[in-house]
């Protein structure tokens, strides 16, 4: 017996069907690389370094460098060529050898940071750093120092200089 013939109605109908899964299957494609174009955009705006102002850069370079511990997030704020670095280098130093020494936990804070205009494109962030050593919550010693950050424009403001004061 000859295989039953398809009747002629139905080969438009699966046709059509394959067209409008193609076009929907294309639709979702196009939505999801946009989606992930969107996304991607508003991950690099959120995640930018801001580095507009002076007094911003220090605030966040300090929190690196005193409170992180963490070189390659200083990098971010730091001058590209490098910078003077050498007293603060100390200030950590100490409060690293304080903790290992004597068993506390020594923080670092600052007040606010006020910016003075040094000449073109370089000013001056000057802050009191206030170092405290605590064991088992309570603070066991406190000292406030007076700082001055240098801070140069290089494509967005960058810490180049620290300067203990006081």
Do not use: H, Q
């Amino acid at each position: 017996m000859p295989p039953a013939a398809v009747p002629p109605g139905r080969k438009p109908r699966a046709r059509r069907a394959r067209l409008i899964l193609a076009i929907v299957g294309g639709t979702m494609a196009l939505l999801c690389l946009g989606g992930v174009g969107i996304f991607i955009a508003v991950y690099d705006k959120a995640t930018e370094i801001k580095r507009t102002a002076p007094d911003a850069v220090v605030d966040n370079f300090l929190r690196a460098y005193l409170v992180d511990r963490d070189d390659k997030e200083v990098a971010l704020y730091a001058c590209k060529s490098g910078g003077d670095f050498t007293a603060l280098s100390g200030l950590r130093a100490e409060m690293i050898n304080r903790e290992k020494n004597f068993g506390v936990k020594v923080s670092a804070g600052w007040s606010t940071l006020t910016v003075s205009d040094v000449g073109s494109g370089k000013k001056n962030v000057s802050t009191d750093l206030t170092i405290s050593g605590s064991s088992e919550g309570n603070t066991v010693s406190r000292r406030t120092e007076s700082w001055s950050f240098g801070v140069t424009d290089e494509d967005g403001w960058r810490v180049c200089s620290a300067t203990k004061l006081s």
